[in-house]
């Protein structure tokens, strides 16, 4: 028996890299994070012809070894074998776009002088032929002297061999290579990618016709800012549906729960508790699965690119560039890949500007505080046929975010982050149709993340604060919230939260949803369900105790306490990882919160001034 | 002429490069994507509302952003 195998795959970005790992290794991929560096360590398991199963990294996609990125950097160090931890891989698979030979040919000498056993996958082959190019695979592998397999990876082609070719390369001591300057290996490739075109006819149609229309000075933008208007308009009225069959289902089993057991503490932990503060948060699902589907179908596609291109002159404005808009629309989604998206951007002044604003952009965990908080103090009227009402106030939360992103970077590249100008260059991949099975692979993965939080951080959570809430017990005529720890809690913290309008739940909300911000939903659910004595903590329940209790200028103070307020500790922790130290997050807890209570501040005693 | 100065799906070839110009590692970066003396060049598409900044090229198969400084720097002959 020899050694378990590692295998490593390498290439540019953009040569369907990804989409050949999916295809390899299928749903069952490790993603973690390589030690220090904050890059996603992709592993699965390829399965050799003989039946032996190899591990398979997918490296991030680089230009060159000659690193001027973090992603970049880990490529070089694993596949040079001076990754601390990271074994070396033993055969490298070199993943080259079929149909941009020329260019990627040069990433691929490069990564063959380092002498590892190499197979070339001629990856995309059928983007090749759409384009009407005609390749010789064999004529390729001739002129590189190793393996070279033709792939197509969204239709599972050329697998196989690829498997097999890896398995034949194993052990093998490649002769060792000549080591060529830049422009050389560029002049080889270009030699060697024409002799390995048969013929070509036709050119990038599909791309030119498409960008001449999503690229357009004008009509470019008014696209991009309709298509994610569409995005935000989805998440709140799509997954109603998918979120009422959620809620039932959890009332259905608080039902149960309640039927089967005695009154009582075990009982009143179930419902009011468990049920109540994880099923609160397992609603929004459906809202943060819309929400990511938007997002990975963009980059799937290539028009994150374009979008990026076409924003890069509004983020030049505030000392940014068009590379910050891809991390920052992620933040939508969560400021935590956000931040790890962040890693792209070269400029480290950029970075760490983009990195401190990214908390700004409203992320899904904010989206069941504000979705809770307009149903109960906004009416769903339709201001315009298709747009109500309430997802006009959801989308000008969402522009609040953004505008105080845009002013925060403004006012950080003069101060803290200030520097050169950023530049902004950029590889504008071509269109792609992305494969189903690769999007729901993608969306799993996000699910999954959000479902683990709502089983275990978000779950214990609830579970403290529930137990706060309910010791110790009020007696006859006392209120149970004035009695108990949490209530003491919130009494204590409340003189510095009165003057922007919260009341003592609010402030005591505020406490769990540090830890992730949708707990400031269970949390309060849960208070009222305790205080209330009642057992159905719902989110009608939680909605129409909100719309009683709270006025509008507090329910409107709240809403903008959360558009800035840096609320998931989770969030801070990767900051911190990623800027090294606790400077950074500092400075972002700092601002965040100075902003957060100013912006609740005026937005409380504005509203009373209009008599709202 | 430099490559800003140039009309939109003029092919044209780099010449020169005043790697002065450009900042830190963009030199660097440019050169991977391809964007160094001897490539093939044409502008695609160019800025965004009434501006002219940035600048899509193309370089081969591939489609590269950047800037107008960028482009500044890149003294190209039409084809």
Not at chain 1, 309 to 333: E, N, Q
Not at chain 1, 468 to 483: I, K, M, Y
Request: hydrophobic share 55%; with cysteine.
């Amino acid at each position: 028996m020899s050694e378990p195998l590692t295998v490593a795959l390498v290439g540019n970005p953009n040569a369907g890299k990804s989409a050949l790992f999916n295809a390899l290794t299928g749903a069952r991929q490790k993603i973690a994070n390589y030690p220090g560096v904050t890059v996603e360590r992709k592993a699965g398991r390829l399965v050799l012809p003989s039946g032996e199963a190899a591990t398979l990294l997918d490296l991030p996609g680089a230009y060159s070894l000659d690193a001027t990125s973090p992603d970049e950097e880990v490529t070089r160090k694993v596949v040079l074998g001076e990754f601390a931890g990271e074994a070396r891989p033993q055969v490298l698979v070199v993943v080259v776009d079929a149909a941009n030979l020329g260019h990627h040919l040069v990433f691929a000498q490069e990564a063959i002088e380092i002498g590892l056993p190499v197979v070339v996958a001629l990856n995309m082959m059928d983007l090749a032929e759409r384009d009407g190019i005609v390749l010789d695979p064999a004529a390729l592998s001739q002129a590189l002297g190793l393996q070279v397999v033709p792939t197509v990876a969204v239709r599972r082609r050329g697998l196989a061999e690829l498997a097999a070719a890896v398995a034949d390369a194993r052990g093998m001591v490649p002769a060792p290579r000549q080591h060529l300057s830049l422009p050389e290996r560029r002049l080889a490739a270009r030699n060697i990618a024409r002799a390995a075109i048969l013929s070509r006819s036709g050119a990038h149609r599909v791309r030119t016709e498409l960008d001449r229309v999503l690229l357009h000075p004008w009509l470019g933008p008014v696209i991009l800012f309709a298509l994610l208007f569409v995005m935000f308009q989805a998440v709140f009225a799509w997954a109603t549906p998918f979120a009422d069959g959620l809620e039932a289902l959890a009332a259905s089993l608080a039902d149960a729960v309640r039927a089967g057991l005695a009154p009582g503490f075990v009982r009143d932990f179930l419902t009011e508790g468990v049920i109540a503060g994880v099923g609160s948060v397992v609603v929004f699902l459906p809202q943060i699965v819309i929400l990511f589907a938007f997002i990975l179908m963009m980059e799937a596609t290539g028009y994150m690119a374009r979008a990026a291109f076409l924003m890069d002159r509004m983020m030049a404005g505030v000392g940014l560039s068009g590379r910050s808009f891809i991390p920052l629309l992620s933040s939508f989604a969560c400021a935590i890949p956000g931040i790890m998206a962040t890693r792209s951007i070269a400029d480290p002044k950029d970075r760490l500007t983009t990195i401190l604003i990214a908390p700004l952009m409203t992320c899904s965990a904010r989206l069941p505080v504000y979705a809770v908080i307009i149903a109960a103090v906004i009416p769903a009227t339709r201001v315009a046929p298709g747009i109500g009402l309430q997802g006009l106030v959801l989308f000008a939360l969402y522009l609040a975010g953004i505008l105080g992103a845009m002013a925060a970077a403004l006012v950080l590249r003069r101060s803290v982050t200030r520097g050169a100008a950023s530049g902004f260059i950029m590889e504008l991949p071509r269109y792609q149709l992305p494969l189903v099975k690769d999007l729901l692979i993608g969306l799993w993965q996000r699910a999954w993340v959000f479902l683990r939080r709502a089983g275990t951080i978000i779950f214990a959570v609830t579970i403290a604060l529930w137990l706060l809430l309910t010791f110790p017990r009020a007696e006859e005529g006392e209120s149970q919230l004035d009695v108990s720890f949490a209530g003491r809690i919130a009494t204590a913290m409340h003189p510095a939260f009165e003057p922007i309008g919260f009341n003592r739940e609010m402030t005591l909300a505020l406490v769990p949803a540090m830890a992730a911000r949708e707990v400031a939903v269970s949390s309060l659910a849960t208070t009222y369900a305790v205080d209330a004595g009642d057992e159905e903590a719902t989110m009608a329940a939680l909605e129409a105790e909100v719309a009683q209790r709270w006025s509008l200028p507090t329910a409107l103070a709240f809403l903008a306490w959360f558009v800035f307020a840096p609320q998931c500790i989770s969030t801070i922790a990767v900051a911190r990882r990623e800027t090294n130290g606790w400077k950074w997050p500092g400075v972002m807890l700092a601002y965040l919160f100075a902003l957060a209570y100013i912006f609740a501040g005026i937005t409380f005693w504005g509203a009373r001034a209009l008599g709202l | 002429m430099t490559l800003d100065g140039i009309g939109r799906g003029i092919p044209a070839r780099i010449i020169a490069i005043d790697w002065h110009r450009l900042a830190g590692e963009e030199g660097k970066r440019l050169r991977a994507l391809g964007l160094g003396e001897g490539a093939e060049v044409r502008v695609a598409h160019r800025g965004v509302f009434a501006g002219r900044d940035p600048l899509a090229v193309q370089v081969g198969a591939m489609t590269v952003a950047l800037r107008r400084v960028h482009a500044a720097a890149m003294t190209v002959e039409p084809l």
